[in-house]
């Protein structure tokens, strides 16, 4: 079968974009770890897929897979990307769109300045939420790792599961040496997906992510959601916040409480091919 595909990226984070509304298409597992090979296949982070709408109140439906074949629930940057990809492709002549996924609905809107703003939901602290092994609800807590090392997090669902860790440089936070393990960690029984932040001032953060499945990215739309989210409440910054990953920045509304998180940036397309499956 010869399949048409798009590449794009959100600010680094890249993504190959699948039409499944006009093609039939199946994904395995061995086949998207083929695809998001960056020396033999396509290479990406995640793979998205347009599907037609489960829902009449929705205009499609958004599935996400890793690098490693793992569909997960939520992807930011990718739902920015999503928006561009049905847009460029005249599945749609909307620019206000709402889409299902497996984590719940999201609205989505193409500005007149080309960037994207995605109505993220709501977060969700409850441990049981993300999942997170706690005894009770808090603000912070500590984690240790195998080397006996201790580390203070805040942990949010974001429709995906985040743990949010401060350091005072995060040029020189240990992303390689505990990103791995603290993903993996039995804390989170799902793994989860690790943010390194740093505060710059009241309204501006720096941060890095170690994803779930995919290791640390350019950038993690709903990764900066989460760092933002989680500072806002530790009293850290206030909103709205510019959080700039490697990728590029993003930029972060949340006014507390059930309110939703507002999340706007760029959605570039790079190219667009077949490839034989």
């Not at 500590?142 to 743990?163: L, Q």
């Not at 799902?190 to 992510?209: C, D, I, S």
Request: glycine share 10%; proline share 5%; hydrophobic share 40%.
């Amino acid at each position: 079968m010869l399949l048409k595909f798009t590449k794009m990226h959100g600010l680094g984070n890249d993504f190959m974009v699948v039409d499944g509304v006009t093609q039939k298409v199946f994904f395995s597992t061995d086949l998207i770890k083929k695809l998001s090979d960056r020396h033999f296949g396509i290479g990406f982070d995640q793979l998205l897929l347009v599907e037609p709408p489960f829902d009449p109140e929705v205009d499609f439906h958004y599935r996400i897979f890793n690098a490693d074949g793992s569909e997960v629930q939520m992807c930011g940057n990718g739902a920015r990307c999503f928006v561009r990809f049905v847009i460029d492709q005249q599945l749609t002549n909307k620019r206000d769109i709402t889409v299902s996924t497996v984590s719940g609905v999201l609205r989505l809107k193409l500005n007149d300045d080309d960037t994207v703003t995605v109505n993220m939901g709501t977060p969700r602290f409850d441990p049981k939420a993300l999942p997170f092994t706690a005894p009770e609800q808090n603000l912070s807590y500590k984690i240790k790792v195998s080397d006996g090392t201790e580390f203070e997090h805040g942990a949010v669902s974001m429709g995906n599961p985040h743990a949010v860790f401060f350091f005072d440089d995060v040029s020189t936070a240990p992303v390689e040496k505990y990103g791995s393990e603290l993903e993996c960690h039995e804390n989170f029984p799902e793994k989860v997906n690790v943010g390194f932040a740093q505060v710059v001032n009241p309204h501006t953060m720096n941060l890095r992510v170690f994803e779930r499945g995919c290791g640390e990215t350019m950038a993690c739309g709903t990764g900066a959601c989460a760092a933002a989210v989680v500072a806002i409440a530790q009293g850290r910054v206030k909103s709205p916040v510019s959080v700039t990953l490697p990728g590029g920045t993003l930029r972060i509304s949340w006014d507390g409480g059930n309110s939703p998180v507002m999340m706007s940036g760029p959605a570039t397309s790079v190219y667009e091919g077949t490839i034989q499956i």
